[in-house]
């Protein structure tokens, strides 16, 4: 699950932005600020307990009164601390210069600029974790109540047989009784699509397909494609 800050001094975009992630990804864990003091304290109440913020979404001018400090004072103290030396900041800004300037100064992932839609914020998130520069990890407990910390980029697929889900990385195979095949597939959002009624399967791992079936590598799996999911798959799939 994902940890992330918002910080928007427009109650009205910031409240937008939220509900948006929360809409695409209603499992992820979503803070707002509307000032540099909030944030503030905020990301020292994540360092104290260790709960720590896995993207940041920064209003550059975070309000017009003189004095106030906006988006890039909050980054230069973000970089400060090393728990988020390397943490992704996705900048919002109404001046395109200030895009360029926040690439090279903060390092920070990219840069939307203002008006900006719900399809640009989905879009850039979404990027972040079919590339992995967002890492989702989820926390599952397997058959012998073991548990296992899953990187989700590392999921090939996903199958459900005889009342248990056998969850297939690069790794290896952990079986699981904790969820259902649909309840795997609202936590993991669209990073793995449902290609049958008895898989999940990650796109980034498709080496061949054809209409009713796909061949996952590295273990040059094939998984079956069912009716009701081939005109899914023919938009998603080139």
């Not at 918002?6 to 509900?19: A, Y």
């Not at 079919?130 to 012998?144: F, M, P, R």
């Not at 079936?213 to 798959?233: D, E, F, H």
Request: aromatic fraction near 10%; charged fraction near 20%; proline fraction near 3%.
């Amino acid at each position: 699950m994902q940890h992330i800050l918002i910080v928007e001094d427009d109650l009205i975009q910031c409240n937008m932005l939220k509900d948006t992630i929360h809409q695409e990804y209603p499992t992820w864990d979503i803070d707002t600020a509307v000032c540099y003091d909030d944030a503030i304290e905020l990301l020292e109440t994540s360092i104290e307990n260790n709960k720590k913020y896995h993207l940041f979404l920064l209003d550059v001018q975070l309000s017009t009164s003189p004095g106030d400090r906006g988006g890039f004072f909050l980054a230069k103290e973000l970089r400060k601390k090393s728990v988020y030396y390397k943490t992704p900041i996705l900048f919002l800004t109404a001046v395109s210069d200030e895009g360029s300037y926040a690439l090279s100064e903060f390092h920070c992932y990219n840069y939307i600029s203002k008006p900006y839609t719900k399809e640009a914020i989905l879009f850039q998130i979404s990027q972040m974790l079919l590339t992995g520069y967002l890492e989702q990890n989820i926390l599952v407990a397997d058959t012998k109540r073991l548990f296992h910390r899953i990187n989700t980029s590392e999921i090939c697929y996903v199958e459900a047989l005889s009342h248990q889900i056998s969850i297939h990385t690069i790794h290896d195979t952990i079986v699981t009784r904790e969820y259902t095949l649909s309840e795997l597939s609202n936590l993991l959002g669209k990073q793995l699509i449902r290609c049958h009624k008895s898989f999940l399967i990650n796109p980034n791992y498709i080496c061949n397909h054809t209409k009713t079936y796909c061949t996952l590598a590295p273990m040059q799996k094939q998984v079956s494609i069912g009716r009701n999911y081939q005109a899914t798959l023919e938009r998603i799939l080139p």
